[in-house]
């Protein structure tokens, strides 16, 4: 009778997680249950594995709905039903187009009305049925004699469980129709008896429809929804055989091989063989060619990829061209990304340009259709805050009262309604929400979706599953994660340039020449690296400096060290005190020596959990990876932990370890496997660092160039240009001759493009590109007004940026002008050729007074910085002012200096007091960094970007100098001279214009 339960699935309605629905109707005595969700199939597999556990025969299904309007159940009778279900269902969420009155004529399924359906006079199909709720079963009077009579069935609806959940469900609603709690309406809440009764209660309520509950029962009956999650649910094979796809695979590893290797290495072959053999016990073939095949599509693009993650482990993945990464130089284990004891699938993660990402992924969909494909689901849930402030809207508390709340707790129970918020918020924790996109994933099936999902339209055009990564892998799916990335967009683009300014094509794949190039080892050991991906942070810098990084396998370690939850857990400092010393460690065994020496007996790899799960507990490499995915905190509650300690103990006893020894290394594994990072991850970092450097090594102008067009480094686009003057650039503002609408080089200079003049329409910039083009250079400022449509606050925006500065006309003079031309609405006439260039008015004009000051303030107003020195603002003398060149002479003395803020970094101290880093440039153009400790940026706290006079001590941390801040003071600037008001002359009024 459980016909129609709606979890929190149905969005913003349901109040049951599948957990509680199920564990409700065993409660209760269910032994027969149907979920159905309104517009949604979120739940289903969830739903199938708790009904299974519960002793439940699990029913799926839909709830149609246009809005607030119910139009029909549809539960699927086997797993041809769900096909029909989805299809349907998706087919009306791509069109937007509302539900028809009638459901179409499926097969495989049936369809439940409501009782409201009686009005339209149906007539039923066998497979449709009217169904009835207790408190409806009066209205059946009036169609006693209806044919359609015999078609009804008794139905339960369940939306939550008890007066709580009930008034929850309303805040939801609320907040999903976003209208007051007192503004909503009856008819768009669901009854308050949609709760679960126990079966002998909601049989008695339906004691007089006996004939109804044979209905029921047959068609419960009839629903015998069966579903495998062991097999396998991706595209099987590539070619038209899986014989053809593994001979494909092992040509295409065998000829990358004799590129890659010296094909004459044993073990170069061993592992090919090895890891092949793995991939095709394991039905993988496929899946590596559908890799290759997408990146060799990119490749014939002209397209720049990442292949990194646990797929970098693979030689066969590294021969095949999928990654860069040489699993045998790094003795990186295949095992963890493939394994025959690994229980969830592998997933290759590639990175493209950020501009280019969209057409790889409308690649797959083209390959491999529409119904086969299609983008992972993430769900967007309710957090605590996030539930209070969603709450207090329907409450209507405004946003400020709401912040006070939060910052002080203690007052929210003064306020009547902030304490019904507090009441129901943590009701919501981890409600879904909404349905978003998964980061990157992508999957391929062999059968169509619509066998386990609804395919829901996103506004990029790609559609979503109704699912997440994690049921994906339970129910067999292996995905693709394509992402995006700036880092390849500032390569490509910089590989672009090159090849357009000098006739160069660069291959930025020849990685192992740039490991081994003289010229780029010294950039890295230098800490040049600003605009490099990856290694251009402050932190990132300061670890290169202490590690004296100058090479391939220490970025790879520092990649991985600089994360979070290493640094905050010691880890860090401990690897840079023995990658110094690396003579006096005390190895707690031998083989703990010899597994952990490449890392000073630090694990800061997850790999470092498998060789020593591996090589010191004689677990097999299956067994090595389960233990560093149960040891995550993501899959420690889904597998069996406690079998896998057990299995580490008996291991060691029989290889003769004490019980002091084996416990002493467990418990070292157990603290490091949190926070170790995926060893192929650091070194694809390192790889794509490392193609960076290239370029910034021998073409820097052209690399900072690209740099700044992709918008997506770690720092603004000042910078980026400080460090372009820093590398020899000429740096111009827009200029109405030169610059396109993304910065561009020529030779050593650098035009800004338009794209970073704020208030300039687009409109305007695309006019002045197509007329430029279709009729050449302006030539004077009056030929530009004569050929290009702008309106007076446009034109007076380029003025002001110095776009017409080639003309040689002052500011202020073409801002007369511009008010002469364009007084009346003047508009310019079509071009013509002309006999005659347009003359200029002749206007006789008093000698206009100009400070340089006001084109820094001009640019700072529509670039939000100047291409000058900032120091030139600077009201106070700076002459004999010290830098930064020479901190380590400096050491442990006290130095003052002006510094402009680059960046800053807020942290909490143990006892929650502020302290900050500080990252600046001084007045020579170099950089340098500060540390703030509680106590001093209490007194002097950080006010915002600008220029501060800085006094502190030179301090050193393994060769790397810095200054603790003793006090900090912002320096005042001089004002723009044209806010100062100045008498003005009768004589400066006057002047004479002649045509």
Same mark, same amino acid.
């Given at each position: 009778?459980?016909?129609?339960?709606?979890?929190?699935?149905?969005?913003?309605?349901?109040?049951?997680?599948? *957990?509680?629905?199920?564990?409700?109707?065993?409660?209760?005595?269910?032994?027969?249950?149907?979920?159905? %969700?309104?517009?949604?199939?979120?739940?289903?597999?969830?739903?199938?594995?708790?009904?299974?556990? $519960?002793?439940?025969?699990?029913?799926?299904?839909?709830?149609?709905?246009?809005?607030? %309007?119910?139009?029909?159940?549809?539960?699927?009778? @086997?797993?041809?039903?769900?096909?029909?279900?989805?299809?349907? &269902?998706?087919?009306?969420?791509?069109?937007?187009?509302?539900?028809?009155?009638?459901?179409?004529?499926?097969?495989?399924?049936?369809?439940?009305?409501?009782?409201?359906?009686?009005?339209?006079?149906?007539? &039923?199909?066998?497979?449709?049925?009217?169904?009835?709720?207790?408190?409806?079963?009066?209205?059946?009077?009036?169609?006693?004699?209806?044919?359609?009579?015999?078609?009804?069935?008794?139905?339960?609806?369940?939306?939550?469980?008890? *007066?709580?959940?009930?008034?929850?469900?309303?805040?939801?609603?609320?907040?999903?129709?976003?209208?007051?709690?007192?503004?909503?309406?009856?008819?768009?809440?669901?009854?308050?008896?949609?709760?679960?009764?126990?079966?002998?209660?909601?049989?008695?309520?339906?004691?007089?429809?006996?004939?109804?509950?044979?209905?029921?029962?047959?068609?419960?009956?009839?629903?015998?929804?069966?579903?495998?999650?062991?097999?396998?649910?991706?595209?099987? +094979?590539?070619?038209?055989? /899986?014989?053809?796809?593994?001979?494909?695979?092992?040509?295409?590893?065998?000829?990358?091989?004799?590129?890659?290797?010296?094909?004459?290495?044993?073990?170069?072959?061993?592992?090919?063989?090895?890891?092949?053999?793995?991939?095709?016990?394991?039905?993988?073939?496929?899946?590596?060619?559908?890799?290759?095949?997408?990146?060799?599509?990119?490749?014939?693009?002209?397209?720049?990829?990442?292949?990194?993650?646990?797929?970098?482990?693979?030689?066969?993945?590294?021969?095949?061209?999928?990654?860069?990464?040489?699993?045998?130089?790094?003795?990186?284990?295949?095992?963890?990304?493939?394994?025959?004891?690994?229980?969830?699938?592998?997933?290759?993660?590639?990175?493209?340009?950020?501009?280019?990402?969209?057409?790889?992924?409308?690649?797959?969909?083209?390959?491999?259709?529409?119904?086969?494909?299609?983008?992972?689901?993430?769900?967007?849930?309710?957090?605590?805050?996030?539930?209070?402030?969603?709450?207090?809207?329907?409450?209507?508390?405004?946003?400020?009262?709401?912040?006070?709340?939060?910052?002080?707790?203690?007052?929210?129970?003064?306020?009547?309604?902030?304490?019904?918020?507090?009441?129901?918020?943590?009701?919501?924790?981890?409600?879904?929400?909404? &349905?978003?996109?998964?980061?990157?994933?992508?999957?391929?099936?062999?059968?169509?979706?619509?066998?386990?999902?609804?395919? #829901?339209?996103?506004?990029?055009?790609?559609?979503?599953? #109704?699912?997440?990564?994690?049921?994906?892998?339970?129910?067999?799916?292996?995905?693709?994660?394509?992402?995006?990335?700036?880092?390849?967009?500032?390569?490509?683009? $910089?590989?672009?340039?090159?090849?357009?300014?000098?006739?160069?094509?660069?291959?930025?794949?020849?990685?192992? *020449?740039?490991?081994?190039?003289?010229?780029?080892?010294?950039?890295?050991?230098?800490?040049?690296?600003?605009?490099?991906?990856?290694?251009?942070?402050?932190?990132?810098?300061?670890?290169?400096?202490?590690?004296?990084?100058?090479?391939?396998?220490?970025?790879?370690?520092?990649?991985?060290?600089?994360?979070?939850?290493?640094?905050?857990?010691?880890?860090?400092?401990?690897?840079?005190?023995?990658?110094?010393?690396?003579?006096?460690?005390?190895?707690?065994?031998?083989?703990?020596?010899?597994?952990?020496?490449?890392?000073?007996?630090?694990?800061?790899?997850?790999?470092?959990?498998?060789?020593?799960?591996?090589?010191?507990?004689?677990?097999?490499?299956?067994?090595?990876?389960?233990?560093?995915?149960?040891?995550?905190?993501?899959?420690?509650?889904?597998?069996?932990?406690?079998?896998?300690?057990?299995?580490?103990?008996?291991?060691?006893?029989?290889?003769?370890?004490?019980?002091?020894?084996?416990?002493? +290394?467990?418990?070292?594994?157990?603290?490091?496997?949190?926070?170790?990072?995926? @060893?192929? =991850?650091?070194?694809?970092?390192?790889?794509?660092?490392?193609?960076?450097?290239?370029?910034?090594?021998?073409?820097?102008?052209?690399?900072?160039?690209?740099?700044?067009?992709?918008?997506?480094?770690?720092?603004?686009?000042?910078?980026?240009?400080?460090?372009?003057?820093?590398?020899?650039?000429?740096?111009?503002?827009?200029?109405?001759?030169?610059?396109?609408?993304?910065?561009?080089?020529?030779?050593?200079?650098?035009?800004?493009?338009?794209?970073?003049?704020?208030?300039?329409?687009?409109?305007?910039?695309?006019?002045?590109? =197509?007329?430029?083009?279709?009729?050449?250079?302006?030539?004077?400022?009056?030929?530009?007004?004569?050929?290009?449509?702008?309106?007076?606050?446009?034109?007076?925006?380029?003025?002001?940026?110095?776009?017409?500065?080639?003309?040689? +006309?002052?500011? *202020?003079?073409?801002?007369?002008?511009?008010?002469?031309?364009?007084?009346?609405?003047? /508009?310019?006439?079509?071009? @013509?050729?002309?006999?005659?260039?347009?003359?200029?008015?002749?206007?006789?004009?008093?000698?206009?007074?100009?400070?340089?000051?006001?084109?820094?303030?001009?640019?700072?107003?529509?670039?939000?910085?100047?291409?000058?020195?900032?120091?030139?603002?600077?009201?106070?003398?700076?002459?004999?002012?010290?830098?930064?060149?020479?901190?380590?002479?400096?050491?442990?003395?006290?130095?003052?200096?002006?510094?402009?803020?680059?960046?800053?970094?807020?942290?909490?101290? @143990?006892?929650? #007091?502020?302290?900050?880093?500080?990252?600046?440039?001084?007045? $020579?153009?170099?950089?340098?960094?500060?540390? =703030?400790?509680?106590?001093?940026?209490?007194?002097?706290?950080?006010?915002?970007?600008?220029?501060?006079?800085?006094?502190?001590?030179?301090?050193?941390?393994?060769?790397?100098?810095?200054?603790?801040?003793?006090?900090?003071?912002?320096?005042?600037?001089?004002?723009?001279?044209?806010?100062?008001?100045?008498?003005?002359?009768?004589?400066? &009024?006057?002047?004479?214009?002649?045509?």
């Amino acid at each position: 009778m459980y016909l129609n339960c709606h979890s929190y699935f149905s969005l913003n309605y349901g109040t049951l997680s599948i *957990k509680d629905l199920v564990a409700k109707a065993k409660v209760a005595g269910c032994k027969r249950l149907a979920l159905t %969700d309104i517009n949604n199939v979120s739940g289903i597999f969830d739903f199938i594995k708790e009904c299974k556990n $519960a002793d439940i025969t699990p029913i799926v299904g839909v709830e149609f709905r246009n809005g607030d %309007d119910l139009k029909y159940i549809a539960l699927a009778k @086997k797993q041809k039903g769900l096909y029909e279900i989805n299809k349907f &269902l998706s087919g009306y969420l791509d069109s937007g187009k509302p539900f028809p009155q009638k459901a179409p004529p499926f097969k495989n399924s049936f369809t439940i009305y409501s009782v409201n359906h009686f009005e339209s006079n149906p007539t &039923l199909d066998a497979h449709e049925y009217i169904g009835v709720r207790f408190w409806e079963i009066t209205k059946l009077f009036k169609y006693q004699k209806h044919a359609a009579i015999q078609k009804v069935l008794v139905m339960q609806s369940v939306t939550f469980h008890d *007066k709580l959940t009930y008034n929850l469900h309303r805040l939801l609603r609320a907040i999903g129709k976003n209208v007051l709690l007192s503004k909503l309406s009856k008819s768009q809440e669901a009854c308050p008896d949609e709760v679960f009764f126990d079966m002998p209660v909601l049989l008695k309520k339906f004691s007089n429809c006996q004939f109804f509950l044979r209905n029921t029962e047959s068609v419960m009956n009839a629903c015998n929804f069966e579903f495998n999650a062991k097999t396998d649910k991706n595209k099987r +094979v590539f070619t038209d055989s /899986k014989e053809t796809d593994a001979a494909l695979l092992r040509k295409l590893t065998l000829d990358g091989a004799v590129k890659r290797y010296d094909i004459s290495d044993k073990e170069v072959l061993r592992r090919i063989e090895n890891e092949l053999d793995i991939i095709k016990r394991m039905n993988f073939e496929a899946y590596f060619l559908m890799t290759w095949d997408i990146i060799n599509y990119a490749k014939n693009r002209g397209y720049f990829h990442v292949g990194r993650g646990s797929g970098a482990n693979s030689i066969v993945a590294y021969c095949m061209g999928i990654t860069d990464v040489d699993p045998i130089e790094l003795n990186l284990f295949f095992e963890r990304f493939i394994n025959p004891e690994r229980t969830s699938p592998p997933d290759f993660d590639i990175d493209f340009s950020w501009d280019e990402r969209n057409e790889i992924i409308e690649y797959f969909f083209k390959r491999y259709g529409k119904e086969h494909v299609c983008l992972l689901a993430t769900y967007n849930t309710f957090q605590r805050n996030s539930a209070i402030r969603e709450l207090a809207k329907v409450f209507g508390l405004p946003k400020t009262e709401v912040d006070t709340y939060l910052r002080y707790p203690d007052k929210a129970q003064e306020n009547e309604y902030m304490r019904y918020i507090l009441k129901y918020a943590p009701l919501m924790d981890d409600f879904p929400q909404n &349905l978003s996109i998964h980061a990157g994933g992508i999957l391929v099936s062999e059968e169509s979706l619509y066998n386990y999902t609804a395919l #829901q339209p996103m506004p990029k055009g790609f559609p979503i599953c #109704q699912w997440d990564m994690y049921i994906a892998e339970e129910i067999g799916f292996s995905k693709f994660d394509i992402l995006s990335q700036r880092g390849l967009g500032h390569i490509k683009m $910089a590989v672009d340039i090159v090849r357009e300014n000098h006739g160069i094509n660069i291959d930025i794949h020849q990685v192992e *020449k740039f490991k081994e190039d003289e010229n780029v080892r010294k950039k890295l050991q230098s800490n040049e690296t600003m605009g490099c991906f990856y290694v251009e942070s402050p932190a990132m810098r300061q670890l290169m400096w202490k590690l004296r990084c100058d090479n391939y396998l220490t970025l790879v370690a520092a990649s991985s060290i600089i994360r979070p939850g290493v640094a905050s857990s010691g880890m860090m400092k401990a690897y840079i005190e023995r990658h110094h010393n690396p003579y006096n460690i005390d190895y707690l065994h031998p083989k703990m020596k010899e597994l952990l020496e490449d890392t000073y007996g630090v694990m800061i790899y997850q790999e470092d959990v498998i060789k020593v799960a591996n090589g010191f507990a004689g677990m097999t490499l299956g067994e090595s990876d389960m233990l560093r995915r149960a040891m995550s905190g993501k899959y420690r509650a889904r597998m069996e932990f406690e079998k896998i300690v057990g299995k580490w103990f008996i291991n060691c006893k029989a290889k003769g370890y004490s019980d002091e020894l084996a416990k002493e +290394v467990w418990r070292q594994v157990e603290s490091f496997a949190g926070y170790s990072f995926s @060893k192929a =991850h650091s070194a694809s970092y390192a790889v794509e660092s490392y193609q960076s450097l290239f370029l910034k090594t021998y073409f820097p102008l052209e690399f900072i160039t690209a740099v700044i067009n992709n918008f997506g480094g770690f720092y603004r686009t000042e910078f980026y240009i400080h460090e372009a003057r820093r590398s020899g650039a000429i740096i111009e503002v827009p200029d109405i001759n030169e610059s396109q609408f993304l910065t561009r080089i020529k030779g050593k200079t650098i035009w800004l493009g338009w794209v970073h003049v704020k208030s300039l329409e687009v409109k305007i910039v695309e006019r002045v590109m =197509h007329e430029r083009q279709k009729n050449g250079r302006f030539v004077s400022f009056s030929d530009f007004a004569h050929r290009v449509e702008v309106g007076l606050e446009q034109l007076i925006v380029l003025i002001r940026l110095g776009a017409f500065r080639s003309f040689g +006309v002052s500011k *202020k003079e073409l801002l007369w002008e511009a008010h002469l031309l364009l007084h009346n609405n003047y /508009k310019p006439s079509v071009y @013509k050729e002309a006999l005659f260039e347009y003359l200029e008015p002749e206007t006789n004009l008093p000698t206009l007074s100009f400070d340089p000051l006001e084109d820094i303030y001009d640019e700072i107003e529509f670039l939000d910085f100047t291409i000058s020195s900032p120091f030139e603002l600077c009201a106070e003398p700076l002459e004999n002012t010290p830098t930064s060149d020479n901190l380590h002479e400096m050491f442990d003395k006290e130095i003052g200096l002006y510094g402009y803020l680059v960046t800053w970094k807020s942290i909490r101290t @143990k006892n929650g #007091q502020l302290m900050g880093f500080g990252y600046f440039y001084d007045l $020579a153009g170099k950089f340098f960094d500060t540390v =703030h400790f509680p106590y001093s940026l209490e007194k002097h706290p950080l006010r915002g970007s600008g220029i501060y006079y800085l006094s502190g001590k030179v301090v050193e941390d393994f060769g790397f100098y810095s200054i603790n801040i003793e006090s900090m003071r912002k320096v005042e600037l001089k004002p723009d001279p044209r806010s100062v008001s100045e008498p003005i002359s009768d004589a400066s &009024l006057g002047f004479l214009v002649t045509d």
